[in-house]
């Protein structure tokens, strides 16, 4: 590049492109969390010491924090170029950075100046992703995972089976991007041999609720965030419970029912005193929405909402507001603090019987948007087993697409 262009061009990125310099020397990569909160990499090439500091060009920086990085590359053979072994590369601190080192920053500014582009489109608010393993790897896997969905469902036993420290840090990073989490506990309420919620065996009855418990103390662990607005953040502020099938014999489905509403009310106080909220899901061949009203009627606590399947209504007929409202004339919007979506597939040898009540929206979502306006305040859970991440975008836009444009400008935020 010729010396005049490359001038030219350097004071037209300096003037609009450069959001923080750095001194002479250094490089630096700026990643932009959310209004306010950057992530600031800063590199020195060379192999001696430079002074370091960070000014901004958007706003006065209120903090900076350093986020710690595995130092163990220096002390290995190779860190330092052939013949350079020995080279004086200094060392890092507050005021300077070491020939070869790489830091990391978390700064938050008070914007005052606007940046040179426009960010990336919001994503949708509300839209809940089911994944498997770690919410790290699940999201990383999806490039466009924020285009699509602004949260993601775990399986209760990824938070029971993973260390304390470990999920803080996933957690943590979770809530740096703005990915709010849900932990289910639908899979495992299964009577046997996981989880069981009527007392016909009072040992596993009570090792179950424990079990639980230990789960929904581990959700509620904080995890540092290192912004002032996150640092009350949690793991999970929210649970989804529902019930499972009765034992087969000397246990009445009135005895299982009962010890459902018990267990239900000690779990929603214990969720309670720990900030969370209990999100009571119906589902197929374990709980219906005229049993889960009773129950959540019976426990009577503001820790507990109803999470309906839509496609469990619309195999029992109900495809409108007006057709809900006339079945359940006890269920009111406020109730409802979640959707699980989904539409159905019927037996193809045996077209009276259900045969999944998780087939993919990308099918027909025209009930599944109906009966959800119904609460539209209220985070919509992806419900269908899909078989790929492909099938996953497919299944968000769907959705997207049926709501339209004024959809998404008359509905207030969603929170979970």
Not at 96 to 109: L, N, T
Not at 187 to 203: I, K, T, V
Not at 303 to 314: D, F, V
Not at 397 to 416: C, M, R, S
Request: aromatic share 8%; with cysteine; charged share 15%.
């Amino acid at each position: 590049m010729l010396a005049h262009v490359r001038a030219l061009m350097g004071a037209i990125f300096k003037a609009h492109a450069a959001i923080f310099d750095v001194p002479a020397g250094l490089s630096v990569v700026v990643g932009r969390r959310h209004a306010g909160a950057y992530t600031v990499l800063v590199s020195n090439s060379d192999l001696e010491e430079h002074p370091l500091s960070l000014q901004s060009n958007i706003g006065p920086i209120l903090s900076v924090t350093e986020e710690p990085l595995d130092q163990g590359e220096k002390y290995s053979s190779g860190y330092l170029p052939a013949g350079y072994e020995q080279a004086p590369i200094g060392r890092s601190t507050n005021t300077s950075i070491a020939g070869g080192d790489v830091r990391i920053f978390d700064v938050e500014v008070t914007e005052t100046a606007s940046l040179i582009h426009s960010p990336a489109p919001t994503g949708p608010e509300g839209r809940m992703l089911p994944v498997t393993g770690g919410v790290y790897d699940a999201v990383l896997s999806r490039p466009t995972f924020m285009q699509h969905w602004d949260g993601a469902v775990v399986d209760w036993r990824h938070v029971e089976r993973t260390e304390p420290a470990s999920l803080t840090s996933e957690g943590r990073w979770a809530t740096q991007r703005g990915i709010r989490l849900v932990v289910d506990f639908t899979a495992g309420l299964n009577l046997y041999p996981d989880l069981r919620l009527c007392s016909n065996s009072a040992g596993q009855y009570e090792a179950s609720l424990q079990r639980i418990e230990a789960v929904l103390a581990k959700m509620s662990l904080p995890v540092n965030a290192s912004t002032a607005t996150l640092s009350s953040a949690m793991y999970s502020r929210s649970a989804v419970i529902t019930a499972h099938r009765a034992p087969e014999n000397y246990y009445s489905a009135e005895q299982c029912q009962a010890d459902f509403v018990a267990a239900f009310r000690r779990l929603a106080r214990f969720a309670a005193s720990r900030g969370l909220t209990l999100y009571l899901r119906t589902e197929e061949n374990k709980l219906n929405l005229a049993s889960a009203l009773q129950i959540y009627s019976a426990v009577g606590s503001p820790a507990i909402r109803m999470a309906p399947s839509t496609a469990l209504l619309e195999w029992d007929g109900i495809h409108t507001v007006e057709q809900l409202h006339s079945a359940f004339p006890a269920l009111h919007p406020e109730d409802i603090g979640m959707w699980f979506a989904a539409a159905t597939s019927a037996d193809p040898l045996v077209p009276s019987m259900l045969l999944s009540a998780h087939a993919p929206l990308s099918g027909g979502s025209g009930a599944a948007l109906a009966l959800t306006s119904f609460a539209p305040h209220a985070a919509i859970v992806f419900d269908a087993q899909l078989p790929d991440i492909d099938a996953e975008v497919e299944e968000a836009e769907a959705l997207h697409k049926a709501e339209g444009p004024q959809f998404h400008e008359n509905h207030d935020t969603i929170v979970v």
